[in-house]
């Protein structure tokens, strides 16, 4: 009886037991950009790291998420990564950022 008085007290103080069946959100990484200041590709890769994104990863070439990201931005280039949005985005989704 007193364990489970304990498991019930325990489960409704708002601790998150996973036993409870109540698991804490894990909190979403912020941006390291903010305010006026634009958003590099460095703030993005370090963001979509943090959020464990694919494609902060390096490629299978072996070229990183920096160099992707620059290469992307040059002037001239097919694409370019809307970095605000990707560095406050939170999720890894990149069509959120088209």
């Given at each position: 009886m007193r364990l489970?008085?304990?498991l019930w007290f325990l489960c409704h103080a708002?601790?998150?037991l996973p036993?409870?069946?109540?698991v804490?959100?894990?909190?979403?990484?912020g941006p390291s950009c903010?305010?006026?200041?634009?958003?590099?590709?460095?703030?993005?890769?370090?963001?979509g790291d943090a959020l464990g994104c694919g494609w902060a990863a390096p490629t299978a070439g072996g070229h990183t998420c920096l160099e992707v990201c620059r290469n992307a931005n040059?002037?001239?280039?097919f694409?370019?990564?809307d970095l605000n949005c990707r560095a406050?985005?939170?999720?890894c989704d990149e069509s959120a950022c088209r």
């Open positions: 489970g008085l304990m708002g601790l998150g036993a409870c069946g109540t804490k959100p894990v909190p979403t990484p903010a305010g006026a200041a634009p958003c590099t590709c460095a703030d993005v890769c370090a963001h040059d002037p001239g280039g694409i370019a990564w406050h985005s939170a999720t």
